[in-house]
């Protein structure tokens, strides 16, 4: 696979940073500040998203319907060298450029693009609960690098593996609320943050050297366990990643596994890939014949991976396998989240319960 001039311009990028910087942790900020709900359809627009097969969604039901319905919360987790977020930032660039709310993407608080996996896995669970308690809507985790480490960890958090009780944090104070528990939005019950859980979760080139860190020493016999608080996830090893310590069996001799009934899925990339820029993809919306192929992507019952058109194809492989989940999984929420609605407009003498969404 060639190197695209966006993976060169960024590596450039990152390479004259490192030397002038060092190793340090970085955010990138952005000017979409302040909590954006999700729109509320009207009935023929609800028709039309709880018609969607969750696992054949298209450019135009992507542009013309879920858009305009219920949109779960993306929380991406960059990794840990400083400017590496660029990458990520790219990759957000990418999803919007797709077609999913760039509001949905920014933290409504600084409205940076990206976590980092130095900030507190604690408050990132509350940000889950937070983020789902506002939208109606569980939210996703994409991590890369260390960053991926960092997003089994917040799904260890809501498990309860390190405490049976952490508080909702709030993007908007950027600070921890005085309660662990919050008003599910479906139900209208009160109900802890320990126990919730995000539809779906994704982890690249996670592993290696950055479990020596001591931030990441709770999860050097956790990483590869994934719990119950995420409906699918997906492990995405490079055949060969000297960062990650990964080579071409690691996807069977250290998979990911489900400690209960989560869906596990352990994916493959070709060596060609580079652990530093697999996130990279933003160029890949922009060619035309790139974004169809991306767009008509469907995952490998037998977990072969299918050829790439030729061109601008860096990271490709990756784009699409994620790009296809996050469509999956926003048509599932929002399904679920119309289907509450509807029951709880014809249940008989309903009233709405305190802090549901309506």
């Given at each position: ?60 039901e ?31 660039e ?5 077609g ?33 308690e ?8 994409i991590?890369h ?6 997003a089994?960890?917040?799904?260890h ?32 019950r ?14 690249v ?20 366990s ?38 596990v ?25 790139m ?50 609605r ?7 003498h ?9």
């Amino acid at each position: 696979m060639r190197c695209s001039s966006r993976n060169l311009n960024i590596a450039l990028a990152l390479a004259l940073a490192l030397l002038v910087t060092g190793c340090a942790t970085g955010t990138t900020g952005g000017a979409i500040p302040g909590a954006a709900r999700s729109p509320q359809p009207d009935r023929a627009t609800e028709d039309r998203i709880l018609a969607l097969d969750p696992e054949r969604i298209g450019a135009e039901e992507v542009r013309d319907t879920l858009a305009a319905g219920p949109t779960p919360q993306i929380m991406n987790i960059h990794g840990g060298i400083y400017p590496v977020h660029l990458a990520m930032t790219d990759f957000a660039e990418f999803l919007v450029a797709m077609g999913y709310p760039e509001a949905k993407i920014r933290d409504p608080g600084d409205g940076r693009f990206s976590y980092s996996p130095y900030e507190s896995s604690e408050a990132l669970a509350g940000l889950v609960a937070w983020f789902y308690e506002h939208d109606g809507a569980r939210p996703m985790l994409i991590g890369h690098s260390q960053g991926g480490i960092q997003a089994v960890k917040v799904l260890h958090e809501l498990a309860g593996d390190f405490d049976d009780r952490v508080p909702v944090w709030n993007p908007l104070t950027d600070a921890a609320e005085s309660r662990t528990s919050i008003v599910d939005p479906l139900t209208g019950r009160r109900r802890p943050v320990v126990g919730l859980s995000v539809s779906y979760a994704s982890a690249v080139a996670a592993g290696g050297a950055a479990l020596l860190l001591p931030n990441q020493w709770s999860m050097v016999d956790r990483l590869r366990s994934i719990p119950d608080t995420v409906d699918e996830f997906t492990g995405f090893f490079i055949e060969v990643d000297l960062w990650a310590w990964d080579g071409p069996d690691s996807a069977r001799t250290s998979r990911y596994v489900a400690n209960g009934k989560a869906i596990v899925r352990n994916v493959t990339l070709p060596a060609a890939y580079n652990h530093v820029f697999v996130p990279v993809t933003a160029h890949l919306a922009k060619d035309p014949m790139m974004r169809r192929w991306i767009d008509a992507y469907v995952p490998s019952a037998t977990g072969e991976l299918p050829a790439v058109p030729e061109g601008p194809n860096d990271n490709a492989l990756w784009a699409a396998d994620v790009w296809y989940s996050i469509k999956k999984h926003w048509c599932l929420e929002a399904q679920r989240l119309i289907r509450a609605r509807r029951a709880e407009r014809t249940a008989p003498h309903a009233a709405a319960a305190p802090g549901r969404l309506q």
